[in-house]
Protein backbone atom coordinates (compact mmCIF):
# COMPACT_ATOMS: atom_id res chain seq x y z
CA UNK A 1 0.00 0.00 0.00
CA UNK A 2 2.77 2.25 0.78
CA UNK A 3 4.46 1.47 -2.28
CA UNK A 4 1.11 2.12 -4.48
CA UNK A 5 0.69 5.67 -2.40
CA UNK A 6 4.42 6.60 -3.51
CA UNK A 7 4.22 6.03 -7.18
CA UNK A 8 1.14 8.04 -7.19
CA UNK A 9 2.65 10.74 -6.08
CA UNK A 10 5.89 10.37 -8.20
CA UNK A 11 2.97 11.09 -11.16
CA UNK A 12 1.47 13.78 -9.51
CA UNK A 13 4.48 15.70 -9.06
CA UNK A 14 5.66 14.96 -12.88
CA UNK A 15 2.65 16.71 -13.84
CA UNK A 16 2.41 19.29 -11.93
CA UNK A 17 6.03 20.45 -13.42
CA UNK A 18 4.90 19.94 -16.77
CA UNK A 19 3.00 22.86 -18.54
CA UNK A 20 1.24 20.15 -21.08
CA UNK A 21 0.02 16.65 -21.61
CA UNK A 22 2.26 16.82 -24.91
CA UNK A 23 5.94 17.50 -22.81
CA UNK A 24 5.09 13.93 -21.04
CA UNK A 25 3.38 12.01 -23.72
CA UNK A 26 5.37 13.85 -27.06
CA UNK A 27 3.42 15.28 -30.25
CA UNK A 28 0.38 13.25 -31.62
CA UNK A 29 2.42 11.60 -33.86
CA UNK A 30 -0.50 10.42 -36.06
CA UNK A 31 -1.54 13.61 -36.99
CA UNK A 32 2.25 14.45 -38.53
CA UNK A 33 1.67 11.30 -40.25
CA UNK A 34 -1.53 12.15 -41.87
CA UNK A 35 -0.58 15.57 -43.66
CA UNK A 36 2.87 13.91 -44.90
CA UNK A 37 0.51 11.11 -46.75
CA UNK A 38 -0.87 14.54 -48.15
CA UNK A 39 1.84 16.03 -49.00
CA UNK A 40 3.26 12.76 -50.73
CA UNK A 41 -0.44 12.16 -52.74
CA UNK A 42 -0.36 15.70 -54.04
CA UNK A 43 3.27 15.54 -54.71
CA UNK A 44 2.54 11.74 -56.75
CA UNK A 45 -0.50 13.70 -58.20
CA UNK A 46 1.44 16.46 -59.70
CA UNK A 47 3.74 13.83 -61.36
CA UNK A 48 1.03 12.13 -63.04
CA UNK A 49 -0.18 15.28 -64.68
CA UNK A 50 3.72 16.24 -65.76
CA UNK A 51 3.47 12.65 -67.19
CA UNK A 52 -0.03 12.54 -68.89
CA UNK A 53 1.33 16.08 -70.52
CA UNK A 54 4.22 14.42 -71.60
CA UNK A 55 2.51 12.01 -73.27
CA UNK A 56 -0.30 13.46 -74.88
CA UNK A 57 2.81 15.96 -76.30
CA UNK A 58 4.33 12.57 -77.46
CA UNK A 59 1.08 11.31 -79.13
CA UNK A 60 0.59 14.22 -80.80
CA UNK A 61 3.92 14.39 -82.00
CA UNK A 62 3.79 10.45 -83.65
CA UNK A 63 0.26 11.52 -84.88
CA UNK A 64 1.95 14.47 -86.78
CA UNK A 65 4.69 11.94 -87.73
CA UNK A 66 2.31 9.54 -89.17
CA UNK A 67 0.23 12.77 -91.37
CA UNK A 68 3.69 13.74 -92.92
CA UNK A 69 4.79 9.99 -93.80
CA UNK A 70 1.34 9.97 -95.34
CA UNK A 71 1.77 12.95 -97.41
CA UNK A 72 5.18 12.03 -98.38
CA UNK A 73 4.04 8.81 -99.62
CA UNK A 74 0.84 10.13 -101.09
CA UNK A 75 3.35 12.77 -102.85
CA UNK A 76 5.52 10.06 -104.22
CA UNK A 77 2.70 8.11 -105.45
CA UNK A 78 1.00 11.24 -107.25
CA UNK A 79 5.19 11.54 -108.81
CA UNK A 80 5.15 7.96 -109.87
CA UNK A 81 1.68 7.91 -111.36
CA UNK A 82 2.51 11.55 -113.24
CA UNK A 83 5.73 9.65 -114.69
CA UNK A 84 3.81 6.53 -115.44
CA UNK A 85 1.20 8.96 -117.38
CA UNK A 86 3.83 11.49 -119.40
CA UNK A 87 5.91 8.26 -120.65
CA UNK A 88 2.20 6.90 -121.56
CA UNK A 89 1.82 9.58 -123.98
CA UNK A 90 5.45 9.68 -124.57
CA UNK A 91 5.17 6.20 -126.26
CA UNK A 92 1.70 7.11 -127.77
CA UNK A 93 3.58 10.17 -129.53
CA UNK A 94 5.95 7.77 -130.65
CA UNK A 95 3.74 5.77 -132.54
CA UNK A 96 3.22 7.15 -136.21
CA UNK A 97 0.12 8.59 -137.08
CA UNK A 98 1.05 9.07 -141.19
CA UNK A 99 2.35 5.69 -141.92
CA UNK A 100 3.83 4.59 -145.72
CA UNK A 101 2.50 1.12 -146.09
CA UNK A 102 2.66 0.65 -149.51
CA UNK A 103 4.22 1.99 -152.66
CA UNK A 104 2.87 1.78 -156.62
CA UNK A 105 5.10 2.36 -159.24
CA UNK A 106 4.12 3.99 -162.78
CA UNK A 107 5.43 3.72 -166.07
CA UNK A 108 7.34 7.43 -167.37
CA UNK A 109 4.08 8.47 -169.25
CA UNK A 110 1.77 6.19 -167.82
CA UNK A 111 -1.37 7.12 -165.31
CA UNK A 112 -2.69 3.48 -165.73
CA UNK A 113 -1.89 0.51 -163.38
CA UNK A 114 -0.10 -2.71 -164.29
CA UNK A 115 -2.93 -5.66 -164.02
CA UNK A 116 -0.13 -6.91 -161.24
CA UNK A 117 -0.51 -3.90 -159.28
CA UNK A 118 -4.19 -4.42 -159.42
CA UNK A 119 -4.13 -7.39 -157.87
CA UNK A 120 -2.07 -6.54 -155.86
CA UNK A 121 -4.10 -3.46 -154.07
CA UNK A 122 -7.57 -5.80 -154.29
CA UNK A 123 -5.15 -8.16 -151.91
CA UNK A 124 -4.16 -5.35 -149.77
CA UNK A 125 -8.09 -3.76 -149.28
CA UNK A 126 -8.84 -7.41 -147.85
CA UNK A 127 -6.04 -7.79 -145.53
CA UNK A 128 -7.25 -3.53 -144.65
CA UNK A 129 -10.93 -5.03 -144.16
CA UNK A 130 -9.71 -8.38 -142.34
CA UNK A 131 -9.06 -6.28 -138.61
CA UNK A 132 -11.17 -3.85 -137.07
CA UNK A 133 -9.17 -0.63 -137.71
CA UNK A 134 -9.47 2.92 -136.97
CA UNK A 135 -7.25 4.74 -139.37
CA UNK A 136 -7.77 5.93 -142.62
CA UNK A 137 -5.95 5.94 -146.21
CA UNK A 138 -4.49 8.99 -147.77
CA UNK A 139 -3.01 7.84 -151.55
CA UNK A 140 -0.55 10.33 -152.75
CA UNK A 141 0.93 10.48 -155.92
CA UNK A 142 4.03 11.83 -157.35
CA UNK A 143 5.53 12.27 -160.32
CA UNK A 144 9.51 12.48 -161.31
CA UNK A 145 10.59 16.03 -162.87
CA UNK A 146 10.79 15.28 -166.47
CA UNK A 147 8.25 17.90 -168.14
CA UNK A 148 5.52 16.37 -169.99
CA UNK A 149 5.91 15.91 -173.31
CA UNK A 150 9.98 14.75 -172.37
CA UNK A 151 12.17 17.38 -172.26
CA UNK A 152 13.96 20.12 -174.80
CA UNK A 153 16.30 17.49 -176.30
CA UNK A 154 14.66 14.47 -176.15
CA UNK A 155 10.94 15.11 -177.04
CA UNK A 156 8.07 12.15 -176.62
CA UNK A 157 4.71 12.09 -176.72
CA UNK A 158 2.56 11.68 -173.34
CA UNK A 159 0.23 8.53 -173.02
CA UNK A 160 -2.47 10.78 -170.94
CA UNK A 161 -4.10 13.70 -171.54
CA UNK A 162 -2.79 16.09 -168.77
CA UNK A 163 -0.66 19.08 -169.41
CA UNK A 164 1.29 19.02 -166.12
CA UNK A 165 2.94 17.10 -163.29
CA UNK A 166 0.45 18.05 -160.98
CA UNK A 167 -2.74 17.05 -162.97
CA UNK A 168 -0.88 13.56 -163.76
CA UNK A 169 0.33 12.59 -160.10
CA UNK A 170 -3.33 13.33 -159.04
CA UNK A 171 -4.57 10.89 -161.72
CA UNK A 172 -2.17 8.44 -160.66
CA UNK A 173 -3.50 8.74 -157.09
CA UNK A 174 -7.34 8.34 -158.05
CA UNK A 175 -6.16 5.54 -159.99
CA UNK A 176 -4.73 3.65 -156.86
CA UNK A 177 -7.98 4.60 -154.81
CA UNK A 178 -10.29 3.66 -157.10
CA UNK A 179 -9.19 -0.11 -157.05
CA UNK A 180 -9.37 0.35 -153.40
CA UNK A 181 -12.71 1.42 -152.81
CA UNK A 182 -13.85 -0.99 -156.13
CA UNK A 183 -12.16 -3.93 -153.72
CA UNK A 184 -14.72 -2.98 -150.64
CA UNK A 185 -12.99 0.51 -148.84
CA UNK A 186 -15.40 2.73 -148.57
CA UNK A 187 -15.08 6.02 -149.81
CA UNK A 188 -15.27 8.32 -146.65
CA UNK A 189 -11.84 6.63 -145.73
CA UNK A 190 -9.83 6.67 -148.56
CA UNK A 191 -8.71 10.12 -150.14
CA UNK A 192 -6.17 10.93 -153.00
CA UNK A 193 -3.84 13.75 -153.48
CA UNK A 194 -1.59 14.70 -156.12
CA UNK A 195 1.72 16.36 -155.19
CA UNK A 196 3.55 16.80 -158.56
CA UNK A 197 7.00 16.95 -159.47
CA UNK A 198 8.01 17.02 -155.43
CA UNK A 199 9.41 14.57 -152.69
CA UNK A 200 11.86 12.85 -154.36
CA UNK A 201 12.94 9.46 -152.92
CA UNK A 202 15.65 9.14 -155.73
CA UNK A 203 17.78 11.37 -157.95
CA UNK A 204 15.92 12.41 -160.88
CA UNK A 205 19.51 12.60 -162.79
CA UNK A 206 19.16 8.78 -163.57
CA UNK A 207 16.18 6.63 -165.04
CA UNK A 208 16.67 3.92 -162.10
CA UNK A 209 15.81 7.39 -159.90
CA UNK A 210 13.45 8.26 -162.15
CA UNK A 211 11.70 5.10 -162.05
CA UNK A 212 11.49 5.16 -158.11
CA UNK A 213 10.06 8.86 -158.13
CA UNK A 214 7.06 7.97 -160.86
CA UNK A 215 4.72 6.67 -158.11
CA UNK A 216 1.58 6.50 -155.82
CA UNK A 217 1.71 6.39 -151.91
CA UNK A 218 -0.56 4.77 -150.07
CA UNK A 219 -0.30 5.90 -145.80
CA UNK A 220 -2.49 4.56 -143.06
CA UNK A 221 -3.39 7.84 -140.97
CA UNK A 222 -4.29 7.26 -137.63
CA UNK A 223 -7.02 8.73 -136.11
Known sequence: MFKLRLLLLTLLLMVSSCSTV???FGPD???VAVASTKDQIASENDQLGSDVSDLRAQLKQIKQDIADKKAMKAAEL???EAEQQAEQKAKQNAIPKDRLWVTVSFRSGFMELTSDSRAALKR???KFLSKDRTQTIEVRGYTDDEPIGGYANSRHTPRHP???NLALSQARADNVSDVLIGAGLSSAIVKAVGFGANDYVADNSTDEGRQKNRRSEIHLISQ
Open 124 to 126: LAA
Open 29 to 31: EPE
Open 162 to 164: YKT
Open 78 to 80: ARL
Open 22 to 24: DAI
